[in-house]
C-alpha cells in the first residue's frame, strides 16, 4: 500500500489514498517530507523505464531544480522524486538517457497513459537542440549560456496545481 498524508502547522490533516504499484510492508520508510505532505512507500517500485531522450534534450538536474515546480525533491545524487498529476514519479539522470518509474498513482491515472503524461510534462516532442540553435543565431547572450546548462527545459504544468504548490513554500 502506498500512503500520502498531508497536514502542517497551518493546515488540518488531510488525508489521500492512492492506488499503490507496490504494497506497503512492515519495512516501509517515510521517503521524503514537505511542507505539508509525507510519502510513505516501498519496494519492489514499479520498472524503470526509458523516456529515450539524449541528456542535451533533457538533464533533470538542470530542469528540475530551478524554481519552476516545487513539487520534485533530490532523493539519491542522480534520482528525484516527485508528482505529476495524480503520479508519484521517479527519475533518474543516466549518462545517455532519463528513466522514470510510477511508484503511485492516484485514482484517475490510469497505467495506460504514463508515457503520454512523462512526455508532455517534459514537452520532449519539442527539439531543445532546435530551439537553441535558433535561439543562439540570435542571442549573443544565449549562446555563451547554453553550453552551461544542457538539456534545461521548461514544464508543462497544470496550471491549477502551481499556485497550491507555491503556496506551501
Known amino acids: ?10 493546515h488540518r490533516p ?25 510519502a510513505v512507500m516501498d519496494q519492489p517500485y514499479g520498472r524503470w523505464q526509458s ?10 538536474h538542470n530542469t528540475l531544480p530551478t524554481g519552476q515546480s516545487f513539487r520534485w525533491r533530490r532523493t539519491s545524487s ?3 522524486t516527485g508528482v505529476i498529476g495524480q503520479r508519484v514519479v521517479q527519475l533518474r539522470q543516466l549518462e545517455d538517457d532519463v ?10 491515472a490510469p ?5 503520454d503524461v512523462m512526455r508532455d510534462y517534459f514537452n520532449l516532442d519539442t527539439s531543445l537542440k532546435t530551439l537553441s ?9 544565449f549562446r555563451r549560456i547554453a553550453p552551461c546548462i544542457p538539456g534545461a527545459r521548461m514544464l508543462q504544468q497544470d496550471p491549477t496545481g502551481v499556485p497550491g504548490t507555491v503556496g506551501c513554500h
Open 133 to 141: 540553435a535558433e535561439w543562439s543565431s540570435r542571442d549573443d547572450r
Open 14 to 38: 488531510l488525508h489521500r489514498h492512492l492506488q499503490p504499484t507496490a504494497p506497503l510492508n512492515r519495512g516501509s520508510t517515510i521517503i521524503r517530507r514537505y511542507c505539508c505532505v509525507t
Open 51 to 60: 523516456l529515450n531522450t539524449p541528456q542535451q534534450e533533457l538533464c533533470v
Open 111 to 115: 497505467e495506460s497513459g504514463d508515457a
Open 78 to 80: 542522480d534520482t528525484y
Open 99 to 108: 528513466h522514470w518509474r510510477v511508484v503511485a498513482r492516484g485514482p484517475l
Open 1 to 10: 500500500m502506498f500512503r500520502v498524508t498531508a497536514s502542517c502547522a497551518r
